[in-house]
């Protein structure tokens, strides 16, 4: 990736930045030669960007030619917005009362540099603005008001503006914002692709354990990716891959989903992309989609707080009662009574308008169908814990117990249960999915499909070994390959 950065007048520039091209505004504005460039970032230090302005040009223009401006031109329009700045200093909010909890004046100036200050004490901070606005050199002011820290406004800045002690440290943040965190020593031939894998070591429930992402990481090798684990503080480093594959849990209002839809934005090859994490994380989106379909499935339904006295007689006792983001058998209850059930749905409804309610069927095991791009690459029978009607068992001191796993060759399980699998997974999309279904006699039932499933070294990949990894990193490279040649045709 090129990079340039872009300003008003270069022979103002304060700052000696290796492997970095300065450009003027009017130069990058009028010379033809930057719209036929491709694979270019453009760091947008221009004076202003307000409306029509030479700044604003520049970060429009990029985007029209398919370079990456920071900031964007929506970007730009956020800093703007006190409302924004309300918002984000909410969803922050503990992370600015402990970062400023020391200063005992009411009003404070927090420069942002390359998502770094001075202040070491601040840099947690600074990272988690830079990752949502994303412009490089930015200040954010707080004041303080009955007791608490609120984000008055935030806004760009121009090199100029920066504090004339403050250029030294700026320029040597700025050349390890540059270079990156990629290993110094870079390989001879650099790789076909670049890969960010999302993952958490320390998440309760993790959809891959660490030795089954080192076989990720081996597997891209493979295939000529060259794959770095990332964390929820490497968002504004999105820019820098092709793709990125989420290996933590996936919500809705989650940092995974945000990651998600930044990385689409950006124009990376993602899994799971967003519009499978929306679907597949909310289960009343899930009944709704597979009834239409006419996708076999327990007796399934909508529960609110006027239809309880209908769902206990339509369904019938025993009846399970999911929340619609229940994940890892976390937020789903059994009711064996009408009391037990009244119990549960008010205590459900505490944090949601809609719940799902369906039929118990009782089976030794889920069938576990890995779904990608619409064919099965793998099966396992996960069988119930024990004394327990569920796969996991959480318990009330936060122990956990899981049932076993058993893999299985794709082409011993029963075909019904293979094509029901396959048929409810394409109607999310062409990414990994997995169907957990249970088998009644010969019929196949769909309980739900996972967006993100559970591919832990040891368990799902026994049978296949290396060779389920391989596939997965192989539709990678057939995705990014289709993305190259379309890049190619336009």
């Known amino acids: 990736m090129r990079n340039l950065i872009v300003v008003n007048h270069p022979e103002r520039w304060p700052f000696d930045i290796p492997g970095v091209e300065l450009v003027a505004a009017r ?6 030669s930057f719209t036929t ?8 230090l221009c004076r202003s960007y307000r409306y029509q302005t030479v700044g604003y040009y520049v970060s429009l223009l990029a985007e029209a030619r398919g370079h990456r401006p920071l900031p964007s031109v929506a970007t730009t329009q956020d800093l703007k917005s006190q409302v924004v700045a309300r918002i984000l200093s909410e969803d922050l909010a503990d992370l600015v009362q402990s970062a400023l909890h020391p200063i005992k004046a009411d009003r404070f100036v927090l420069s942002i540099y390359f998502a770094r200050n001075t202040a070491k004490a601040y840099d947690r901070l600074c990272q988690q603005l830079y990752n949502q606005f994303q412009a490089p050199l930015m200040r954010a002011t707080f004041v303080r008001r009955d007791g608490m820290w609120e984000m008055k ?14 250029r030294e440290f700026v320029a040597e943040v700025a050349k390890r914002f540059f270079a990156g965190r990629r290993p110094v020593r870079k390989p001879k031939v650099p790789p076909r692709y670049y890969l960010a894998i999302l993952y958490d070591p320390g998440e309760a429930h993790k959809p891959s354990n660490e030795k089954a992402i080192q076989k990720f990481v081996r597997a891209a090798e493979r295939c000529d990716i060259q794959a770095e684990i990332i964390s929820r503080d490497d968002y504004s ?6 793709a990125l594959f989420i290996r933590q849990t996936t919500a809705v209002n989650h940092f995974t989903f945000r990651f998600s839809s930044r990385a689409q934005a950006e124009g990376l090859v993602v899994m799971d992309d967003p519009e499978s994490i929306l679907r597949c994380t909310n289960k009343v989106y899930l009944a709704e989609l597979l009834d239409r379909h006419e996708i076999l499935g327990p007796k399934t339904m909508i529960v609110h707080r006027d239809n309880l006295d209908e769902v206990c007689e339509q369904v019938g006792f025993p009846i399970i009662l999911k929340q619609p983001d229940s994940a890892f058998s976390q937020g789903v209850k059994k009711a064996k009574t009408r009391a037990e059930f009244n119990e549960v ?17 009782q089976t030794d095991f889920d069938w576990r169908i890995g779904v990608l791009d619409r064919k099965p690459i793998y099966a396992a029978k996960y069988f119930m814990a024990r004394k327990h009607w569920q796969v996991i068992a959480n318990a009330k001191d936060g122990e956990v117990d899981y049932g076993k796993v058993e893999a299985v060759p ?13 048929k409810a997974a394409s109607l999310i999309g062409d990414g990994l999915y997995g169907v957990d279904v249970k088998q009644v006699g010969r019929l196949p039932y769909v309980i739900e499909v996972n967006d993100n499933p559970s591919i832990d070294a040891g368990y799902e990949d026994t049978l296949l070994k290396d060779t389920l990894y391989d596939r997965i990193m192989e539709h990678f490279v057939h995705k990014l390959d289709r993305r190259r040649e379309r890049r190619i045709e336009e």
């Open 410 to 422: 794709v082409e011993l399980v029963p075909p019904a249960v293979v094509r029901a699998a396959v």
């Open 345 to 361: 749905s008010t205590a459900l409804f505490k944090d949601t308008e809609l719940l799902i309610a369906q039929e118990f069927i």
């Open 153 to 166: 406004d935030i806004s760009a800045i121009s090199a100029e503006d920066v504090l004339e002690d403050h």
């Open 237 to 242: 480093r999105l820019a820098e891959f092709d």
């Open 27 to 32: 130069t990058y504005l009028t010379d033809p």
């Open 37 to 44: 460039q491709r694979g270019v970032r453009v760091y947008n």
